[in-house]
């Protein structure tokens, strides 16, 4: 069964530049979920899209951005970098945005600030 | 980690042993889905389990909730080597929180052969 894609898996970027991540999901599925889990930790959320509508939002730094597209794709823009984003970066797309729907993970993109 | 608290934080097992995991929360939830991390890798989906569900069945995977004590167990049945992983239970609170998951700190389980 298709699965959620990501890309890139992996990204090093130097502090202050700008990084772009994308996220493809599931078939059919309509929204997407972005969380960020530091090295040792648990995953926070970012930010949600439902029907390419921002849904929910979570500890985003304003430095990022996000958003979905016609094709329910979404990308994540992470700018002005600092050390402290380095860090797994997951996107997760469900069928209808409501509980209870369980939200599949794709592999994630490792994300090293240096 | 906002929502609360795994314990153990480390287990450590043999092979064919149980291996029972617990998670509280803090707050009221929609349903409480268990997912499994291999070393910096994708979060698997276990199993879900709803609030107004006790106890839930998947294979060699038990889940029981208490939402009286905001509390859910994970037990896995007959552990294997390949079970060596991080365990995450996650909530979801449902209402204008839309589905997004809240996750607790994990235990990360090693099953020795």
């Known amino acids: 069964a298709a699965g959620v894609i990501q890309s890139p898996r992996h990204l090093i970027k130097e502090k202050r530049e700008t990084a772009t991540l994308k996220c493809y999901p599931i078939?059919?599925?309509?929204?997407v979920y972005w969380y960020q889990q530091g090295p040792g930790q648990d995953p926070q959320f970012l930010i949600s899209?439902?029907?390419?509508?921002?849904?929910d939002k979570g500890s985003i730094p304003d430095r990022f951005s996000a958003q979905q597209f016609s094709d329910y794709h979404s990308e994540l823009n992470m700018s002005s970098l600092e050390l402290g984003d380095s860090a797994l970066y997951f996107c997760?797309?469900?069928?209808?945005?409501?509980?209870?729907?369980?939200?599949?993970f794709g592999p994630g993109t490792r994300l090293l600030v240096l | 980690s906002q929502q609360g608290e795994e314990d153990p934080q480390a287990l450590s097992i043999q092979e064919g042993e149980n291996a029972t995991m617990n998670c509280s929360y803090k707050?009221?939830?929609?349903?409480l889905q268990w997912y499994r991390q291999n070393s910096g890798r994708g979060l698997v989906h276990l199993i879900l389990?709803?609030?107004?569900?006790r106890e839930k069945h998947s294979g060699r995977l038990r889940v029981t909730l208490d939402t009286s004590k905001k509390s859910s167990s994970l037990l896995i049945t007959a552990s294997r080597a390949a079970d060596t992983a991080s365990y995450f239970c996650?909530?979801?609170?449902?209402?204008?929180?839309?589905?997004?998951?809240?996750f607790g700190q994990g235990t990360i389980l090693t099953v020795h052969p």
């Open positions: 389990i709803r609030s107004n569900e």
């Open positions: 899209f439902y029907e390419k509508m921002q849904s």
């Open positions: 078939p059919r599925h309509d929204t």
């Open positions: 996650a909530t979801s609170a449902g209402g204008t929180s839309y589905g997004k998951l809240t």
């Open positions: 707050t009221s939830i929609n349903n």
């Open positions: 997760a797309s469900s069928l209808g945005r409501g509980s209870p729907e369980t939200q599949y």
